[in-house]
């Protein structure tokens, strides 16, 4: 059974920092890309941030750009997510996705066919 667990939400004041932090298992995607997806209350998942299979390249959504820094570490089969500078805006439940057909990053939502349940990220004064 393939599990996404996801872990490192939590709520924060606007400005600060997180890295959320994604452990796969019962299938290996060290082929695949991979990325962070996410939901805000009331509208549609979006993409955030994606990885190579290698992780030498990524992409990131304009949102994320120059914020966020998507990494993994495919012998540790694991996928980060370091967010700098969050605001209000950045709330949404956060999930670690992988793509069966892309070993280059996508921003394509429907490129991602496997993501955990979330993470939940909330920016508040």
């Known amino acids: 059974q393939v599990q996404f667990v996801e872990s490192g939400g939590g709520l924060v004041q606007p400005g600060a920092s997180l890295t959320l932090s994604c452990v796969v298992s019962g299938r290996d995607f060290s082929k695949n890309a991979m990325g962070w997806l996410r939901q805000a209350p009331g509208k549609e998942r979006e993409f955030v941030a994606a990885?190579?299979?290698?992780?030498?390249?990524?992409y990131f959504a304009d949102s994320a750009k120059g914020r966020f820094t998507i990494s993994r570490d495919n012998a540790k089969n694991t996928l980060s997510l370091q967010m700098n500078r969050l605001n209000p805006g950045d709330t949404a439940v956060y999930f670690c996705?992988?793509?069966?057909?892309?070993?280059?990053?996508?921003?394509?939502?429907?490129?991602?066919?496997?993501w955990g349940q979330g993470t939940q990220v909330t920016v508040s004064s």
């Open positions: 996705a992988a793509s069966t057909i892309a070993t280059m990053p996508s921003g394509l939502i429907y490129d991602y066919d496997y």
């Open positions: 990885t190579s299979w290698s992780g030498k390249s990524t």
